[in-house]
């Protein structure tokens, strides 16, 4: 026995006691109150709002300069009025809030923040309502017979063309107002009005025309930028040609087409070994003395010899010469030094023909291979000729230019591998978080778009039928900037809407004897175009590299990775090594999201009739009637009870009881729409969420479910049965706010429909309402 202490209890003495000492509690003064509401820190003319107040002020005193301004124009004050200090200070003060507003945006500017519609209106106003002024003053007191009226006018056209459009058309009301204003500030009658029309359409075409020929000219100078862009592209790329030429020729890929990260490393590469070679060829020049140090390289086909880089000046130089003649077509058949003094007559390499006094070259040979690459001269145009120690020297500084140049592609060659390898363990990172099959299969193409050249992907899964294989193109898809077909502008296969869930038996196509042979297919080149790559009725085109790839989990082989590109030769090396890579690791990903997909559907569905379970049917219940009170919509819930149960299961069995509960659960989802929910709620019992319906439209869904299962023939092995349900209706927010209230409604209905006479679909709010009519 477990005895439990109550607290100590106060004796009545001393409760009234302490009552008495409690201070009694009083409300504050009418006069500290109103100290309160109107004078303290967040009152209402407090610390707060005097701050606020201060602020808004100084913000929008420049408007209040330019409206006060623009009232002294439509008096006349600038015109009629002396030049005293009032009009002074008006003038400064227009003055300096020009100067504030400008210097307040130019700080946004800097800051990196847009520009307001505010910011622009103050200072375009303050600056046209300036020129108003000046021009005012100017009539007033400057020589007869003058007028700087078309101040105003290159001040709106300028003002037009630099701001932004909301801005620039406000500016030009603005200036046409004040014209109006001025016209009738200066009593002209209706006789001047074509006057004053002639005037604001001559202003609005001068600012139009402005804002016309400036944009003009700032499209031409951005077309210009872009061309010059365009052009220091195309030079750079043709130097990295050429740069390439001074390592190994036997490289992957080189014909393929260059990633935008690949095309910035070989800028990269071409800039360095530029100020490489400039650097070496100064020190030629200096320390040999030389009028002019040039390097020339051989072209692609080995018959001219280019222009790379020269000291001091290049439009001296031949930009081009033939590979085989002169002075140099000696070093280049030859392959070795030469050193030639006197009047060099051999010696081509200047545009004008002149003749070096002393001419020496030697070959510029490839770190790897000793490939002839191109030639490095020195000359002299008067002095004593080159000896071999110059020689030496030369032939020591050409192999250190193609050192810097085959260091600078080691660079480069290195940099591309880490960002291949980068993908590739990002590749592995995407994988490992996708927890569906169909996030798997975006995953594997997305990575073998990053590694290779890809233009079309698709995922293949192997499936059982009558004991025997199957195959069904679980994705198909082009990938962005993809394959087209041979210029018709289609897609590189026919059928394309019916390509993706499309199932073919197992064939001699390369997908069927990749899974069979569980390796890569196909192992050589072959014509696309009479290949099978799925079955016989589908074709595809446009490609000229094909690649099916075996996804595998252990030993079994799920399905296949088919890849497609237009570029020949894209899937070969390195790269189908890495890709089978990522072909295992997506196998394995197949398999986990499948074992996720069934360990969720066994956690939110009912096993005996496929309908989601009563935890499930809670949870969508609830969002559904969240969705429901955001937006304003309907939400109704059917609660089914199956008629006489008990009697189904004495008299024909428990077996048959689950058979016909899994008969009405598939009467149900057939009768669902796809954004309904149906859920076994309890025992014989059904529910069915229906978002976005009303009371009418959710009766029309229960009756028509009674009608069919009441028609239903169910069959055991004790004979056939039919059996009838009840149905309970239910609607948020009609019968209920909350999702307690709606289930006793839906409840309550079914409860009605039992007790009197089965067989029938009840909403208690119908109810109700036939009995108070």
Not at 84 to 107: D, F, H, K, S, T
Not at 234 to 240: C, V
Not at 659 to 687: F, K, N, P, S, W
Not at 706 to 734: C, H, M, N, W, Y
Request: aromatic content about 4%; proline content about 4%; overall charge positive.
């Amino acid at each position: 026995m477990t005895f439990i202490m109550a607290p100590p209890r106060e004796p009545a003495g001393r409760a009234r006691e302490l009552k008495t000492r409690l201070p009694v509690r009083r409300s504050r003064p009418w006069l500290v109150s109103s100290y309160a509401i109107l004078l303290s820190e967040s009152g209402l003319v407090g610390g707060v709002a005097r701050r606020r107040l201060r602020r808004l002020a100084v913000r929008a005193l420049p408007s209040l300069v330019a409206v006060g301004i623009a009232a002294l124009l439509a008096l006349r004050v600038f015109a009629d009025a002396p030049v005293e200090p009032p009009l002074l200070a008006a003038l400064g003060g227009l003055a300096a809030a020009l100067g504030a507003v400008a210097w307040r945006n130019a700080a946004a500017a800097r800051s990196g923040r847009p520009a307001r519609f505010r910011d622009g209106m103050e200072l375009g106003a303050l600056a046209l309502v300036g020129s108003f002024v000046v021009a005012q003053l100017w009539e007033a007191h400057g020589p007869r017979g003058t007028s700087l009226a078309p101040l105003v006018d290159l001040t709106l056209a300028a003002l037009v063309a630099l701001m932004p459009r909301e801005v620039a058309a406000s500016l030009l009301a603005l200036a046409l107002a004040l014209h109006g204003l001025l016209f009738w500030r200066e009593g002209a009658g209706l006789a001047q009005l074509p006057r004053l029309v002639l005037r604001a359409a001559f202003t609005s075409l001068f600012a139009v025309l402005y804002y016309l020929a400036l944009g003009a000219r700032m499209a031409a100078g951005r077309r210009a930028e872009q061309a010059a862009v365009d052009r220091r592209l195309r030079e750079l790329d043709e130097r990295a040609r050429e740069l390439r030429l001074l390592a190994p020729v036997s490289e992957a890929g080189e014909g393929e087409e260059r990633s935008e990260r690949a095309e910035r490393l070989a800028e990269a590469a071409v800039l360095e070994t530029d100020a490489a070679a400039e650097g070496l060829l100064e020190m030629a020049w200096l320390a040999l003395g030389a009028s002019q140090a040039a390097v020339y390289l051989l072209t692609a086909d080995d018959a001219e010899l280019r222009l790379w880089a020269c000291r001091p000046q290049s439009e001296l130089l031949a930009q081009r010469l033939p590979a085989g003649e002169g002075a140099l077509g000696g070093v280049v058949k030859r392959q070795a030094p030469v050193r030639l003094h006197g009047e060099v007559k051999s010696a081509n390499h200047y545009q004008d023909g002149r003749r070096p006094r002393a001419f020496m070259a030697v070959p510029l040979k490839a770190r790897v291979g000793g490939h002839l690459r191109g030639v490095v001269l020195v000359d002299r145009l008067v002095g004593e000729p080159f000896g071999e120690r110059d020689e030496r020297t030369l032939l020591r500084l050409a192999g250190e230019l193609a050192r810097a140049a085959a260091a600078e592609r080691l660079i480069r060659d290195s940099r591309a591998r880490r960002d291949e390898q980068e993908r590739f363990y990002q590749a592995m990172e995407r994988l490992n978080r996708t927890t569906t099959p169909r996030e798997v299969f975006d995953a594997v193409i997305e990575a073998a778009a990053q590694m290779a050249s890809v233009d079309f992907g698709a995922v293949t899964l192997v499936e059982e039928a009558g004991g025997h294989p199957r195959h069904r193109v679980a994705r198909a898809t082009l990938v962005p900037g993809g394959a087209r077909g041979e210029g018709d502008g289609r897609s590189p296969f026919e059928h394309w809407g019916s390509l993706e869930g499309k199932l073919f038996a197992d064939n001699g196509g390369l997908v069927a004897c990749a899974v069979r042979l569980g390796s890569a297919l196909p192992g050589k080149p072959l014509r696309l175009a009479d290949a099978v790559v799925f079955d016989e009725a589908t074709r595809l085109r446009g490609l000229s590299s094909l690649k099916v790839l075996p996804l595998r989990a252990g030993d079994t082989v799920l399905g296949t990775l088919v890849l497609g590109a237009r570029a020949p030769g894209a899937y070969e090396g390195d790269v189908v090594r890495q890709l089978e890579v990522v072909a295992l690791q997506a196998g394995d990903s197949i398999l986990r999201a499948r074992l996720f997909e069934t360990t969720e559907r066994l956690a939110t569905t009912d096993g005996l009739t496929g309908l989601v379970n009563h935890r499930t049917l809670q949870a969508r219940l609830d969002e559904h009637l969240a969705a429901g009170e955001r937006y304003g919509k309907k939400v109704s819930l059917l609660l089914l009870d199956i008629d006489h149960f008990k009697v189904v299961n004495d008299t024909y069995g428990h077996p048959t009881g689950d058979l016909v509960l899994r008969g009405i659960a598939r009467l149900l989802q057939t009768e669902a729409r796809t954004t309904d929910v149906a859920a076994r709620y309890g025992g014989e019992e059904l529910a069915l969420v229906m978002p976005e319906t009303d009371r009418a439209g959710a009766m029309r869904t229960a009756e028509r479910i009674r009608e069919k299962v009441a028609k239903a023939l169910f069959r055991s092995d004790q004979g056939e049965l039919k059996v009838t349900v009840s149905i309970g209706v239910a609607t948020f927010p009609d019968d209920g706010r909350k999702k307690t209230e709606l289930v006793e409604r839906a409840d309550g209905g079914l409860y009605h429909a039992k007790r009197h006479g089965r067989n029938q679909s009840v909403a208690l709010a119908l109810l109700r309402g036939r009995k108070s009519g």
